[in-house]
């Protein structure tokens, strides 16, 4: 993805109150932020934060995390949910990679939506459903593991339904075609509804461990 850089948009960020500074600073302690004792979702890879902001907005009674590392995507979000009342969303600017240096045991729920599919085989590890990305997830969950994925990228995909079944997740809910057998309450992010749009056939998994 080439990104458009966007003047001022890392000070912007920087002085919103959306998006959570040292975001170190609050594991272990999501709850107190979000004053409630609701579940905990996040989204890695939130883009311009359709998905996120979205799904905050049908489920009032979870608590949302869109994580995004890029200045000029996470600006784009911050000014749409400017335009919402929502006190159940948070973003963070964050490099995956050290994920569990932000969470404790306090996540319910990951959103992998339209993730970088990394097509080399020496970037293998970068891919968010890599064995190494799912054992940092292992140090986040809070009780039972649930990830659900939406790509258009057919060989993550296999990669993903592979990796997460050797780590121990059981499958369901699986399709090649979500809009041919559109999921009750689906959230569309940007680059699914270009990709509907131009026919593109979007695949969707979820996985579940206790």
Request: cysteine-free; proline content about 2%.
């Amino acid at each position: 993805m080439r990104l458009k850089n966007i003047k001022g948009a890392s000070e912007y960020v920087e002085n919103s109150s959306l998006v959570i500074k040292n975001p170190q600073d609050y594991k272990g302690k999501w709850q107190e932020e979000f004053q409630n004792d609701n579940p905990i979702h996040i989204e890695i890879g939130m883009g311009r934060g359709d998905f996120v902001i979205g799904m905050a907005k049908l489920h009032p009674e979870v608590n949302y995390i869109g994580i995004e590392i890029y200045d000029s995507v996470i600006y784009k979000a911050v000014k749409k949910l400017e335009e919402e009342e929502l006190t159940n969303i948070r973003f963070v600017r964050l490099d995956a990679t050290i994920i569990e240096e932000v969470f404790d045991k306090e996540v319910s729920r990951i959103y992998l939506n339209f993730s970088d599919p990394w097509p080399k085989k020496k970037h293998t590890k970068r891919r968010l459903t890599s064995q190494e990305f799912l054992t940092r997830y292992d140090k986040i969950f809070k009780d039972d593991k649930e990830i659900y994925q939406k790509t258009d990228n057919n060989d993550l995909f296999e990669f993903s339904m592979e990796s997460l079944k050797k780590h121990g997740y059981e499958l369901s809910e699986v399709t090649r075609d979500l809009y041919s057998n559109m999921i009750e309450g689906n959230v569309a992010t940007e680059y699914e509804k270009k990709f509907v749009k131009d026919g593109i056939k979007i695949n969707r998994l979820v996985a579940k461990r206790s």
